[in-house]
């Protein structure tokens, strides 16, 4: 059976560094260009036929109480200083001294379909965050989570942790041997802490196997900081959604989102670090006419959120996608993202027509350089498989980002039927007082309020697009039996 509360594995959240990178190279930026700006945070159960009970309600609720007393220790700010050169000085002090308020930022309700009184009552869970963006962005990776670990606490608890392990080494050493580059990407939608440790072990175990053998394919590293640090892998990640969501809440310029999203962005870290762009929050096709501009030069962020907008430091003529300073003088660079970044993340829609819109664009403007394509939506063997063949034949460099299929892959102890996900998202609701949407290229991906992703999908042009494979409700299977790895 599952874990129960006397259980001496790890539960819960006892890191800072238990999140994905991408959350604090986010947070890195909001110090320098969005300090003082307030958000709220919405939690969405994509499968709602999978409820929680209120035992699983009451241990969320002591999870997030203990996550109070999480801070960055010593240790963990000497692995950030040696492993991610590209945060600051002034962003690793203020690290050092932070601590999650969740007393002050978080409201957690359970509601009973059927209340009884009873710990095994089921019903509805809902998780509200507000507060300063800066202070609230590390919630949502241990949030999701701990919802995930309580399903499976209480919920359902028909498995055990038995073949981890192996399975996760089978898996890697099948990657390996077909060539595939890939990251684990699984801390959200875990089963639990312990599985996702598992994992890993068996994920190492396979790459030191592709070593000696001479495999082609390569281990990363993980999105998990925290596991990064204790398994001596890379952490890897670079941006969110969130980003280009809460940039575009901020300054309600959606026509221009993506650019100054950017433009921020690269301002932050420097050309070509960090650079894996993220297409798909206002739809791919939008993105492009971002990705195709120069580089603007922004100057130092003054310390106040009158900073994020454009023009409290430049002033761009669309037309020329040159950036002005305050004086007029041009600070443009000759080169474009484009040229610079490294490639982009595929994470809605039909990958193999993303391939052939990339292959387009890059050849529209020019650029011969061997780019990237990161693949991280929804992924298991078949498929990783079948886009890396389709990426290198149109010249790119595919690589994997494996999460839900890597950390949360069990069978029913009493059947054999695959045990299913929970397919869970807290995304940021709003900015600056303003809905923050996002419209992806698979409309079952879309979220935010209704009237306002209706309004930008207006003011974009934005032209809806529906995947086969795009059901978000099925998206990690039906109780049936197991195939084969």
């Excluded at 109480?65 to 240790?75: G, M, P, Q």
């Excluded at 390569?218 to 640090?229: D, E, I, Q, R, W």
């Excluded at 962020?301 to 002033?315: E, I």
């Excluded at 443009?332 to 970044?341: C, E, L, M, R, W």
Aim: include cysteine; hydrophobic fraction near 35%; charge should be negative.
């Amino acid at each position: 059976m599952a874990l129960n509360s006397s259980s001496p594995l790890p539960e819960g959240i006892f890191s800072l560094l238990d999140t994905d990178l991408y959350k604090l190279t986010m947070q890195c930026c909001i110090l320098k260009f969005f300090p003082d700006v307030s958000v709220t945070y919405s939690f969405t159960n994509r499968t709602p036929d999978k409820k929680l009970s209120r035992a699983a309600s009451k241990w969320i609720q002591a999870q997030v109480d203990k996550l109070e007393n999480v801070s960055l220790s010593a240790e963990e700010l000497e692995f950030l200083k040696r492993t991610c050169p590209y945060f600051s000085d002034q962003y690793l002090h203020f690290l050092s001294e932070f601590h999650l308020r969740p007393s002050k930022q978080l409201k957690l309700e359970f509601t009973a379909i059927d209340d009884t009184g009873s710990d095994s009552d089921l019903g509805d869970f809902r998780i509200h965050t507000e507060g300063l963006w800066i202070d609230t962005i590390l919630y949502e990776i241990p949030l999701l989570a701990l919802i995930s670990e309580a399903y499976f606490k209480f919920c359902d608890t028909d498995w055990t942790h038995a073949g981890q392990v192996d399975k996760a080494y089978e898996k890697g050493q099948k990657l390996l041997q077909e060539g595939c580059m890939f990251s684990e990407f699984g801390t959200r939608r875990r089963r639990d802490y312990h599985t996702q440790d598992l994992v890993l072990q068996g994920l190492r175990r396979a790459q030191d196997e592709a070593i000696q053998k001479g495999w082609q394919g390569k281990l990363t590293g993980t999105s998990n900081v925290h596991f990064a640090m204790k398994h001596g892998l890379s952490p890897i990640g670079t941006v969110a959604h969130e980003w280009f969501m809460g940039v575009a809440a901020i300054t309600n310029d959606y026509e221009h989102a993506n650019e100054t999203a950017l433009a921020y962005w690269t301002a932050t870290f420097g050309e070509g670090v960090l650079s894996i762009a993220l297409t798909d929050t206002f739809g791919t096709p939008t993105f492009l006419k971002a990705f195709r501009k120069s580089i603007p030069q922004i100057t130092a962020a003054l310390p106040s959120s009158a900073s994020t907008l454009a023009s409290a430091t430049a002033s761009t003529d669309p037309d020329t996608a040159q950036t002005l300073s305050s004086t007029g003088a041009p600070l443009g660079s000759p080169k474009t993202y484009a040229q610079v970044f490294t490639g982009v993340r595929q994470d809605s829609g039909d990958p193999l027509d993303f391939i052939k819109l990339m292959r387009e664009f890059y050849d529209q403007e020019g650029i011969k350089d061997k780019k990237t394509i990161v693949f991280s939506d929804s992924l298991n063997l078949d498929l990783c498989f079948k886009y890396k063949a389709a990426a290198e034949a149109q010249g790119f460099q595919p690589t994997f980002g494996v999460g839900t299929f890597l950390t949360n892959d069990f069978v029913q102890e009493s059947t054999g039927k695959k045990s299913i996900p929970l397919n869970i998202v807290i995304k940021i609701a709003s900015a600056s007082g303003r809905y923050a949407v996002k419209i992806s290229d698979n409309i079952g991906k879309n979220t935010g309020d209704k009237a306002t992703v209706e309004e930008v999908k207006e003011r974009l042009g934005y032209k809806e697009k529906l995947w086969a494979d795009g059901d978000e409700r099925t998206r990690w299977g039906t109780e049936a039996p197991p195939a084969p790895i």
